[in-house]
């Protein structure tokens, strides 16, 4: 006799924000990069996560390199977000960041929310 298991887990909501510092080609205006930085990671992180899908930092990398008059990006953050209106489940970013710093890995009960897009993204240009 064959059985199937399925195993059903409580889902855990983990709010978590980007912060990036990227390098503009001399003589351009840093503000019209930065808000077209912003506009990409917007665009790319409106679609909801997964249960257990990774956030790879070397994306984000990749997406803010290919944006327009950016030199380099010097620095990207996954930071988690906690407060009034954010969950208050416990993480750790530090702890589930892969050693070589490219990709946060997840639970498979938990799910990843970017909750404001305008507040949560955020990046300096120099």
């Known amino acids: ?8 887990l409580d889902g855990t909501i983990v709010n978590i924000g980007i912060e990036f510092e990227v390098v503009v080609e001399l003589n351009k205006d840093t503000n019209s990069v930065l808000a077209e930085c912003l506009s990409v990671l917007k665009d790319n992180y409106k679609k909801k996560f997964e249960m257990g899908e990774p956030i790879y930092v070397t994306d984000i990398y990749k997406l803010l390199n290919k ?3 950016v030199v380099d990006t010097k620095n990207v953050k996954i930071v988690e977000k906690t407060g009034i209106g954010y969950s208050s489940a ?3 970013v ?4 892969s050693k070589d710093g490219r990709y946060l890995s997840v639970p498979e009960n938990v ?7 305008d ?4 990046g300096v240009a120099i």
Do not use: F
């Open 1 to 8: 006799m064959i059985n199937d298991i399925i195993d059903i």
């Open 90 to 92: 416990q993480y750790s």
């Open 111 to 117: 799910i990843l929310e970017i909750r404001d897009l």
């Open 119 to 122: 507040n949560d993204i955020t």
């Open 67 to 69: 944006v327009k008059y």
């Open 94 to 97: 530090e702890d589930n960041l």
